[in-house]
């Protein structure tokens, strides 16, 4: 006879209906579970087998819940919470030159900007986002939110050549930018890019050293690119090719460009943009809100680019909402292809997970459910009179469920919602910040 086997010792087993790992692709488990210990995943396999494998600190049972990798939101600017309705049905342009820029001008500040991105965190957490990637002034403070919130974040050091309230010229915006990276690179949840606005406020000179830099220190950049016609004819206008060529030229576009946007492409920039190995982070909702046009992407996932989703900021949005962003991106591409095939499930979902990691570099660390990955989890109910009767679980996801039926969520192994109410923050300090900053930008 063989002796009992001891029961492994773990801090958490998660039990659900369904698991989607996202590796392998289209994958659903019934009745699985998984173990996690010190933060990482250390098994996925059948309820009954785990029960006897494993002897954890804290078991949760999920009945008719969907267990999915956390979401990771590919492009924001947190702190932009605070302008959340402040200039609504405008064109990007008038939007950007006439309201938003003046109210950044006036307003952004260290606290606007800690204030505005903790507000982000929680609206991202209880919508089962686990990581975000942003782009804004002062990424000391957006540092400090996402740590209290305890969401792991890709901050961009943010470039432009013109002064803001954070920087007075490209070189300061570097120095600046990358001293807060030696700050909280050691921080485990804390992640960098570098992030030029667009091609058309940075500089040849700059994006040089933005390539010299990325090269050394291994970063992605995260940029603006091809997001509206008048963006195309002013490059073809003051450089004499089209912006994804000059980026090319610079040395910029390759494996860790993230091209945000990516609206009006041509045959050839896809094809560059493949050939290089560049990602896409896709923002539908705001790329229709703001009329900028619709991304190419059944052509981009044909040729092969790793692909993404972003939701943009609240200001031109206004939810940081990646259930959203999946059924946006769905309908807009089988509207734009005629294809009525266009991006399925289970592709949309990789976009929303798997590979946002992959375009920040991190797929080693989130974005499926593997053993020796960070356990980075969200759990969404489909026991709903709105999500019954229910034949695909990956199908409700996009097309039935949203962030409201996100009832738990886990970042490195820890409790961040559960069962639908925030762990970590207060509701009602939020509220008081969000009121004191509307008080202030309304006058």
Not at 145 to 174: K, N, T
Request: charged residues 20%; proline residues 5%; aromatic residues 4%.
């Amino acid at each position: 006879m063989h002796a009992p086997v001891t029961p492994i010792d773990i801090d958490l087993l998660i039990e659900a209906r369904w698991i989607i790992p996202v590796e392998p692709a289209g994958q659903v488990l019934e009745h699985h579970a998984v173990a996690i210990r010190n933060g990482r995943i250390l098994d996925l396999l059948p309820s009954d087998q785990a029960r006897q494998r494993y002897r954890p600190q804290m078991l949760r049972t999920l009945g008719e819940h969907v267990l999915i990798p956390g979401l990771v939101n590919l492009h924001a600017h947190a702190a932009m919470n605070l302008l959340r309705g402040y200039a609504d049905d405008l064109p990007l342009m008038r939007w950007l030159t006439e309201r938003i820029w003046p109210a950044e001008q006036k307003h952004v500040s260290h606290d606007f900007v800690r204030d505005g991105t903790l507000l982000a965190c929680a609206e991202m957490l209880r919508g089962g986002v686990t990581t975000f990637s942003d782009m804004y002034f002062f990424p000391d403070a957006a540092a400090e939110a996402a740590l209290e919130a305890g969401i792991r974040a890709a901050l961009g050091v943010v470039v432009l050549e013109f002064p803001s309230a954070w920087a007075s010229d490209a070189d300061q915006y570097l120095s600046k930018g990358l001293a807060v990276r030696d700050r909280f690179k050691h921080e485990p949840l804390l992640h960098f890019t570098l992030a030029p606005h667009a091609p058309y406020t940075v500089s040849d000179g700059t994006f040089e050293r933005i390539r010299t830099l990325a090269e050394q220190l291994s970063l992605p950049i995260h940029m603006h690119v091809h997001e509206t016609r008048d963006e195309i004819e002013r490059s073809l206008s003051e450089h004499g090719v089209r912006p994804l060529e000059r980026l090319h030229r610079l040395g910029l576009v390759g494996p860790e460009l993230i091209a945000v946007h990516a609206i009006h492409l041509d045959d050839a920039d896809i094809a560059l943009l493949a050939r290089q190995g560049a990602s896409v982070a896709h923002c539908p909702t705001s790329n229709m809100k703001l009329a900028s046009g619709a991304s190419p992407m059944s052509a981009l996932l044909a040729a092969g680019v790793n692909t993404g989703l972003g939701s943009d900021g609240v200001a031109s949005n206004n939810r940081l909402d990646l259930f959203q962003e999946m059924r946006h991106a769905g309908l807009m591409a089988k509207l734009t292809s005629g294809d009525a095939a266009a991006l399925p499930a289970d592709r949309l979902l990789h976009m929303a997970t798997l590979g946002g990691a992959r375009a920040l570099g991190i797929e080693h660390e989130t974005g499926s459910i593997r053993p020796g990955k960070s356990a980075d989890l969200c759990a969404i109910s489909l026991d709903e009179a709105e999500t019954r009767p229910c034949y695909s679980p990956l199908s409700h996801l996009v097309y039935a469920a949203g962030r409201e039926h996100v009832t738990d969520v886990w970042v490195a192994g820890t409790a961040r919602v559960a069962q639908g109410n925030l762990l970590h923050l207060h509701n009602n300090d939020l509220k008081a910040r969000a009121r004191l900053w509307q008080n202030q930008v309304a006058l």
